[in-house]
């Protein structure tokens, strides 16, 4: 009996060490594969347009939709040169436009608060080149649902801008006042605090503007209702046209041709 719980001890710790090895030898390539995987080359486009922000930016069809297929929809049907850049790539499925497939290129992170994004702006931006153009939505956005400080977000959000312009001084800012969500959800201390972004995001834009650089507020919440929703704050298409709407009517007047 001795010797047969022997043999099954020593078979245990061969096969336990197997494991481990297996587990080591994962963890090593998957490192390997992420280490060797190619960056995007910077674009050589005119009218390079990083969106920048969260879910909202993100997307995830089929749940809900992102403002950017709208957009470059838009872009596209006026003939517009752009191209939309970031180390993020939409895997999801959309249709053609006048034969062309979708630029699936962004920045935006589902869940990230504004420190997040902060923490990561300098190496994406070392990633993808300067952009000409920065679609920054929903600023603060899950600092606000997350209840995070307040003057914290406003912070995070100001040097976020400052970093944009450190990269590239001629860079053009578009800040989102931000739609609200569903009006069942919306608490009032979300409410508060959706009120209070819209009238700071107008001063960080005034403040922040340079005579390089400008930075624009944009008003995503006059006319937005439950319609445009998928959920509690996302866009269903109604909304995602609605937002993109709004996006493309101010960039006329900013585009090169």
Same mark, same amino acid.
């Given at each position: 009996?001795? @010797?047969? &719980?022997?043999?099954?001890?020593? @078979?245990?710790?061969?096969?336990?060490?197997?494991?481990?090895?297996?587990?080591?030898?994962?963890?090593?390539?998957?490192?390997?594969?992420?280490?060797?995987?190619?960056? &995007?080359?910077?674009?050589?486009?005119? /009218? &390079?347009?990083?969106?920048?922000?969260?879910?909202? @930016?993100?997307?995830?069809?089929?749940?809900?939709?992102?403002?950017?297929?709208? #957009?470059?929809?838009?872009?596209?049907?006026?003939?517009?040169?752009?191209?939309?850049?970031?180390?993020?790539?939409?895997?999801?499925?959309?249709? *053609?436009?006048?034969?062309?497939?979708?630029?699936?290129?962004?920045?935006?992170?589902?869940?990230?608060?504004?420190? !997040?994004?902060?923490?990561?702006? /300098?190496?994406?931006?070392? !990633? *993808?080149?300067?952009?000409?153009? =920065?679609?920054?939505?929903?600023?603060?956005?899950?600092?606000?649902?997350?209840?995070?400080?307040? $003057?914290?977000?406003? #912070?995070?959000? @100001?040097?976020?801008?400052? *970093? #944009? !312009? %450190? $990269?590239?001084?001629? =860079?053009?800012? =578009?800040?989102?006042?931000?739609?609200?969500?569903?009006?069942?959800?919306?608490?009032?201390?979300?409410?508060?605090?959706?009120?209070?972004?819209?009238?700071? =995001?107008?001063?960080?834009?005034?403040?922040?503007?340079?005579?390089?650089?400008?930075?624009?507020?944009?008003?995503?919440?006059?006319?937005?209702?439950?319609?445009?929703?998928?959920?509690?704050?996302?866009?269903?298409?109604?909304? %995602?046209?609605?937002?993109? $709407?709004?996006?493309? $009517?101010?960039?006329?007047?900013? #585009?090169?041709?």
């Amino acid at each position: 009996m001795t @010797v047969i &719980k022997s043999q099954k001890l020593i @078979v245990l710790n061969i096969i336990r060490t197997l494991a481990r090895i297996t587990f080591i030898t994962f963890l090593l390539i998957s490192c390997s594969s992420d280490d060797d995987s190619e960056t &995007k080359p910077p674009s050589l486009s005119i /009218n &390079k347009i990083m969106p920048l922000g969260a879910s909202r @930016v993100e997307g995830a069809r089929p749940e809900f939709e992102s403002f950017r297929y709208e #957009l470059w929809k838009d872009l596209k049907e006026n003939s517009w040169t752009f191209d939309f850049i970031g180390t993020q790539s939409d895997e999801a499925s959309y249709p *053609t436009f006048n034969n062309e497939g979708f630029d699936i290129d962004h920045e935006g992170r589902g869940g990230w608060t504004s420190g !997040q994004i902060l923490s990561g702006l /300098n190496n994406w931006l070392s !990633q *993808t080149g300067s952009p000409d153009i =920065v679609l920054f939505s929903s600023p603060g956005g899950n600092d606000i649902l997350e209840s995070l400080d307040y $003057n914290q977000m406003i #912070l995070n959000i @100001v040097e976020i801008i400052n *970093t #944009l !312009q %450190a $990269n590239n001084p001629n =860079v053009t800012i =578009v800040i989102e006042q931000p739609a609200p969500g569903n009006s069942n959800f919306m608490t009032t201390e979300f409410t508060n605090a959706f009120n209070q972004i819209q009238q700071d =995001v107008l001063a960080i834009a005034n403040e922040q503007s340079t005579a390089t650089s400008q930075v624009i507020a944009i008003d995503m919440f006059s006319g937005f209702s439950d319609i445009h929703l998928a959920d509690d704050v996302h866009y269903n298409e109604a909304g %995602a046209v609605f937002i993109a $709407n709004r996006y493309y $009517n101010l960039l006329e007047s900013i #585009l090169e041709r």
